[in-house]
């Protein structure tokens, strides 16, 4: 008989999510949109437990301070956005994934091609005889073989209007040690939220699973075939599954805003150093930038003018002193522009780094 947790569970009337938790777990917003919640509206949940679940190794704080520090790196990233109050409410969350493994095996036939130089003769009008030339040339030939290996593959098993395919794509790039799979217990998952196991396993593969699966032989294939190149590529690979794991994986997830707009930011639960998701723009400071340009785009279309009218009048003694002396004006006016543009860039971000090293420092202090 599968055993059975008693959850609390709030769906998100703003995206769809539904959010299961501990009941110890005070947790006020999703992950997904930042919609605000009341714990009180939360219902209690009987769900079937999942075999297995890696727990957090990343904390709270390194969230907030990879958060930070990639921020910091954008070009255009607002200063002010380092010390707003958007990443103050952080929540871990726990995501449904189905975790396939198994092997795989099958046939490929493709055309290899072999590059090689070739040496032919051609007659020269201009030279009046036959010159020597070398030309490339492939030969094609046809190739097969087996191909066998084995496949691990996480399964998104969630649903959402707001959980973005991105972070679907960067969930199922996690990757881990075999002992961070731990056996299902509810102490790994306390303070945490978790999305719930909407999807049925085999719908997952058929979408997800096979594709992925596909792209591995794939690239397994086309490390066989020989020859420098190759064509016509086709396979037949059949695919053994082991029992799948039914397992959930560990993610930070923000959504929040910034003048209006909404933004995300996605880390991994186990690695600091893998993380995506959008930075605002200052459109001020890339303003800036492009009318730094604007006088190297204006000279630029007034010098191709001037040097096109002559070169079609036929004026060779104007037109190809025009075109040298502007081309290097041109050319200074651009380097010019590049140049300003890495100066306001570079003191955005050392603004930044100074930022983030004083805040480090009363962080530190208290």
């Not at 009341?38 to 209690?44: D, G, L, R, V």
């Not at 075999?51 to 990639?70: G, M, N, S």
């Not at 605002?280 to 204006?298: A, C, E, Q, T, Y």
Request: aromatic share 12%; glycine share 6%.
């Amino acid at each position: 008989m599968e055993e059975t947790l008693q959850l609390k569970k709030i769906s998100c009337s703003n995206c769809g999510a539904e959010l299961i938790f501990d009941p110890s777990t005070q947790m006020t917003n999703c992950n997904f949109c930042g919609s605000k919640f009341e714990i009180e509206q939360a219902t209690n949940e009987e769900v079937l437990s999942p075999d297995c679940i890696v727990p957090f190794k990343t904390t709270k704080e390194e969230y907030h301070q990879a958060v930070l520090r990639w921020l910091s790196e954008g070009d255009y990233t607002p200063d002010d956005i380092l010390t707003s109050s958007a990443f103050e409410e952080i929540n871990g969350i726990f995501l449904p994934m189905y975790f396939f493994k198994g092997n795989y095996h099958g046939h490929w036939n493709a055309s290899s091609g072999y590059t090689k130089t070739e040496t032919v003769w051609r007659y020269s009008s201009s030279e009046k005889k036959n010159v020597q030339e070398s030309k490339t040339v492939t030969d094609w030939r046809p190739s097969n073989g087996q191909v066998v290996g084995k496949f691990a593959i996480l399964g998104f098993a969630g649903v959402g209007e707001s959980i973005k395919p991105e972070i679907i794509a960067f969930v199922h790039e996690t990757h881990f040690e075999k002992e961070s799979l731990k056996s299902y217990d509810s102490k790994y998952t306390l303070g945490f939220n978790l999305l719930k196991f909407n999807l049925d396993e085999e719908n997952v593969w058929g979408s997800v699973g096979v594709a992925q699966a596909d792209s591995l032989s794939t690239s397994e294939i086309q490390k066989r075939i020989p020859g420098d190149k190759f064509k016509d590529l086709s396979s037949d690979v059949s695919y053994d599954r082991e029992e799948t794991i039914k397992a959930y994986i560990p993610c930070w997830i923000v959504n929040y805003k910034y003048a209006d707009k909404e933004f995300y930011v996605c880390m991994d639960g186990i690695k600091s150093s893998r993380i995506c998701g959008e930075r605002p723009i200052d459109k001020g400071r890339k303003s800036r930038v492009k009318k730094f340009f604007l006088p190297s785009h204006i000279v630029l279309v007034v010098w191709l003018a001037v040097w096109l009218f002559y070169a079609f009048n036929e004026s060779e003694g104007i037109a190809w002193p025009v075109f040298g002396i502007g081309l290097g004006v041109v050319t200074l006016l651009y380097i010019i522009s590049f140049r300003r543009k890495k100066l306001l860039l570079k003191a955005s971000k050392l603004s930044r780094e100074k930022i983030l090293k004083s805040m480090a420092s009363d962080e530190s202090g208290s």
